[in-house]
Antibody, heavy 119, light 107 residues
Framework: EVQLVQSGAEVKKPGESLKISCKGS????????IGWVRQMPGKGLEWMGI????????RYSPSFQGQVTISADKSISTAYLQWSSLKASDTAMYYC????????????WGQGTLVTVSS | DIQMTQSPSTLSASVGDRVTITCRAS??????LAWYQQKPGKAPKLLIY???SLESGVPSRFSGSGSGTEFTLTISSLQPDDFATYYC?????????FGQGTKVEIK
């Protein structure tokens, strides 16, 4: 069974750093992309970026380039999304999703990680 | 960047209705268009890929069509479980973009 399990909810202060994770299981982790998607409270889905764990090829949405860093450790089938200095506007639910290379879509999703940034 | 525009933003319908949601791309994306359903507090679920292919396990009342810049998602007979928000998603040159969503509400 394919599963993406994300790390738990976080409460942080502005200026703090954060790294959240997404662990894949039940499939070949290095053969699919892992994408990250932001959903701000009451809003729609925003594609942030994507990584191919097989060769660490990483692409970012222009809206998020320089704001976050996406990485992966294929030895433990885990992808990461990190911030060096959080802002209140980073408060959102963050989803990871498995990206299919042929279909160019996201077929399995993690349960989401809620990040709250507040002073 | 390619922009995706969905219409309508909100749709009120009754059980049994035929429902159509439109997604327009700002430039041609061939058939690289997927549709997702999201319910409150849940992750999105893939319904349709490559514009018109039904994802495994998705009921056949869902269908997709279109190519180039205009695409539609149709629910042939709306069921109680279908009240949710629907998003289109495009792919072009290693960039993915979602539409702003269409909320399907009970009339």
């Amino acid at each position: 069974e394919v599963q993406l399990v994300q790390s738990g909810a976080e409460v942080k202060k502005p200026g703090e750093s954060l790294k959240i994770s997404c662990k894949g299981s039940g499939y070949s982790f290095t053969s699919y992309w892992i994408g990250w998607v932001r959903q701000m409270p009451g809003k729609g889905l925003e594609w942030m970026g994507i990584i191919y764990p097989g060769d660490s090829d990483t692409r970012y949405s222009p809206s998020f380039q320089g704001q976050v860093t996406i990485s992966a450790d294929k030895s433990i089938s885990t992808a990461y999304l990190q911030w060096s200095s959080l802002k209140a506007s980073d408060t959102a639910m963050y989803y990871c999703a498995r990206g299919r290379k042929v279909q160019r879509d996201f077929d399995y999703w993690g349960q989401g990680t809620l990040v709250t940034v507040s002073s | 960047d390619i922009q995706m525009t969905q219409s309508p933003s909100t749709l009120s319908a009754s059980v049994g209705d035929r429902v159509t949601i439109t997604c327009r791309a700002s430039q041609s994306i061939s058939s690289w268009l997927a549709w997702y359903q999201q319910k409150p507090g849940k992750a999105p679920k893939l319904l349709i890929y490559k514009a018109s292919s039904l994802e495994s396990g998705v009921p056949s009342r869902f269908s997709g069509s279109g190519s180039g810049t205009e695409f539609t998602l149709t629910i042939s007979s709306l069921q109680p479980d279908d009240f949710a928000t629907y998003y289109c998603q495009q792919y072009n040159s290693y960039t993915w973009t979602f539409g702003q969503g269409t909320k399907v509400e009970i009339k």
